[in-house]
T-cell receptor, first 110, second 112 residues
Framework: NAGVTQTPKFRVLKTGQSMTLLCAQD?????MYWYRQDPGMGLRLIHY???????AKGEVPDGYNVSRLKKQNFLLGLESAAPSQTSVYFC?????????FGPGTRLTVL | GQQLNQSPQSMFIQEGEDVSMNCTSS?????WLWYKQDPGEGPVLLIA?????ELTSNGRLTAQFGITRKDSFLNISASIPSDVGIYFC????????????FGKGTLLTVNP
C-alpha cells in the first residue's frame, strides 16, 4: 500500500494564480484532512472531510476550497494565491482516531 | 482555538542519554498521539493513547496519558543519532470529528 500520497511535491506560483493540490489514500479511510505547517506555528487544520461528498472548515480555511468527490481523494484549491499562503501543506487520513500523513507539498507564492 | 503547550521547544543531548518531553492543556482530551517528523517528510505516528493513566511503549519510546486527561508525556531511552527530528504531541477532544490539536513541537538534536 502507498498510504497517503500528495501531488505535486513542490510548486512555485505567482500572486493571483490558482492551483489544486491532490491527496490520495488507499487505506479506505473515511476521514481526510488538510493542514499547513509554518515555522513556529506547528500544524494548523485548513479543511477536513468526514466522508465522501462532505467537507468542513478547520482553523484556517480562508483562501482555500476543498472537494471530496471520491472517498480516496481530497483536493485542496487555491483560487487566487497570496504570498501568505507560502507554506508546506500536508494531507492526512484516519479511521478514525489515528491520522496518517502524506509527504507534503512545498508551495511558494511570489 | 484549543492550545497545547509542548515543552521543551528544543533539546540538545548526547547519544545514549534519556529524553523526556511533555504536553499540557487546559482542556480534557480523550486521545493523545505522538508523532515524529524528519526534515522534508510528513509526521509519522509513534504512539497512540486512549485511556487516562495508560502507559504505552514502542521500542525505546514510552508515552503516558496523564491521569487528569490534560497532559501527556513522551520518554526516549538511550537516544541514538536517528532520533533526531521534531516530536509533536496531538490531542483529540470528545465530539471533535477526530480533529487533532497539535503542539508546536520539540526539536531534538542528538550529538554522536
Amino acid at each position: 500500500n502507498a498510504g497517503v500520497t500528495q501531488t505535486p511535491k513542490f510548486r512555485v506560483l505567482k500572486t493571483g494564480q490558482s492551483m489544486t493540490l491532490l491527496c490520495a489514500q488507499d487505506m479506505n479511510h473515511e476521514y481526510m484532512y488538510w493542514y499547513r505547517q509554518d515555522p513556529g506555528m506547528g500544524l494548523r487544520l485548513i479543511h477536513y472531510s468526514v466522508g465522501e461528498g462532505t467537507t468542513a472548515k478547520g482553523e484556517v480555511p480562508d483562501g482555500y476550497n476543498v472537494s471530496r468527490l471520491k472517498k480516496q481523494n481530497f483536493l485542496l484549491g487555491l483560487e487566487s494565491a497570496a504570498p501568505s499562503q507560502t507554506s508546506v501543506y500536508f494531507c492526512a487520513s484516519s479511521y478514525p482516531q489515528e491520522q496518517f500523513f502524506g509527504p507534503g507539498t512545498r508551495l511558494t507564492v511570489l | 482555538g484549543q492550545q497545547l503547550n509542548q515543552s521543551p521547544q528544543s533539546m540538545f543531548i548526547q547519544e545514549g542519554e534519556d529524553v523526556s518531553m511533555n504536553c499540557t492543556s487546559s482542556s480534557i482530551f480523550n486521545t493523545w498521539l505522538w508523532y515524529k517528523q524528519d526534515p522534508g517528510e510528513g509526521p509519522v505516528l509513534l504512539i497512540a493513547l486512549y485511556k487516562a493513566g495508560e502507559l504505552t511503549s514502542n521500542g525505546r519510546l514510552t508515552a503516558q496519558f496523564g491521569i487528569t486527561r490534560k497532559d501527556s508525556f513522551l520518554n526516549i531511552s538511550a537516544s541514538i543519532p536517528s532520533d533526531v527530528g521534531i516530536y509533536f504531541c496531538a490531542g483529540q477532544l470528545s465530539g471533535s470529528n477526530y480533529k487533532l490539536t497539535f503542539g508546536k513541537g520539540t526539536l531534538l538534536t542528538v550529538n554522536p
